[in-house]
């Protein structure tokens, strides 16, 4: 990634209480050695990653990226290790309206000449990576978290992966 572009992702970004919640679930883990737990600012789901992108294009995107949603409750209670040994949080049920912003954030970006990923998109919270080989397990609190807005986000890799909201978008009268 040279200097004249950026690294940038569509997101959910929990608030306070749900992150607390999260880190309990991240926390409640005997990770093996191996295991590289996510970072507490780093917890969040991901609607769309767009990659790198050129500086100048950031404003229209922020601009452009608006689209309507209705609020929803995202679920999770439970923990579930993919493929490639990432352990995760995935919500159970995946909520309609859920599925409805990612597409039609995926039709924004198209309209934007930028190709969403052709994957099935299957939302989750990543709680590590190289996480092979578990031991036991504490599960956290249900969470139920509201999801009134959503952020378009800056990953800045040369300082440890550091995000950064650069356009939040909150549903009228939600701030998030």
Do not use: N
Request: hydrophobic letters at 45%; proline letters at 10%.
């Amino acid at each position: 990634m040279g200097a004249d572009t950026v690294r940038l992702f569509i997101a959910l970004w929990p608030g306070p209480a749900v992150r607390a919640a999260l880190v309990q679930w991240r926390d409640g883990v005997a990770w093996p050695a191996s295991a590289s737990p996510a970072r507490t600012e780093q917890l969040h789901v991901t609607l769309h990653f767009l990659g790198s992108v050129p500086r100048e294009r950031i404003t229209q995107l922020a601009q452009r990226l608006r689209v309507p949603f209705d609020p929803f409750e995202l679920e999770f209670g439970h923990r579930e290790l993919w493929h490639g040994s990432i352990a995760v949080l995935a919500p159970d049920p995946v909520p309609a309206p859920l599925l409805a912003l990612h597409a039609s954030l995926a039709e924004a970006l198209e309209r934007l000449g930028i190709t969403p990923e052709a994957r099935a998109y299957r939302p989750h919270v990543t709680l590590a990576r190289r996480a092979a080989h578990l031991t036991e397990t504490i599960a956290g609190p249900p969470i139920a978290w509201r999801v009134d807005g959503y952020a378009l986000m800056q990953s800045k890799t040369g300082d440890g992966s550091a995000y950064s909201v650069v356009q939040a978008y909150a549903k009228p009268d939600h701030p998030i």
